[in-house]
Nanobody, 124 residues
Framework: VQLQASGGGLVQAGGSLRLSCAAS????????LAWFRQRPGKDREFVAS????????YHTDSVKDRFTISRDNAKNTVYLQMYSLKSEDTAVYYC??????????????????WGQGTQVTVSS
């Protein structure tokens, strides 16, 4: 599976962005997908994940009322809709995929495939 993330950019605090991650591979629909981020000077951290059948999306507490992960298996794409962005959301955002996990797979080491990352910068 190859992943290509896009949709990042510069946005003012309180604004919105939608990230997309397009995947290649015929078995995309069987993968658990996730978004991670790496803020400046910080380790990579889990943001959200969604199981292959699209039920039970899971979001980390700091974003669960503002971000929504979704997927469209027909388009081989996973999305991260971000609302009410804050300066602390500034990070490089990565999409990831695993054959073996679930929507509760929050450890980066569980994911075999990674996109290249897309920069999100929130100005205050």
């Amino acid at each position: 599976v190859q992943l290509q993330a896009s949709g990042g950019g510069l946005v003012q605090a309180g604004g919105s962005l939608r990230l997309s991650c397009a995947a290649s591979g015929r078995t995309f629909s069987r993968y658990t997908l996730a978004w991670f981020r790496q803020r400046p000077g910080k380790d990579r951290e889990f943001v959200a994940s969604i199981s292959w059948y699209g039920n039970n999306p899971y979001h980390t507490d700091s974003v669960k009322d503002r971000f929504t992960i979704s997927r469209d298996n027909a388009k081989n794409t996973v999305y991260l809709q971000m609302y009410s962005l804050k300066s602390e959301d500034t990070a490089v955002y990565y999409c990831a995929a695993t054959q073996y996990g679930s929507s509760r797979s929050i450890e980066a080491t569980l994911y075999e495939y990674w996109g290249q990352g897309t920069q999100v910068t929130v100005s205050s």
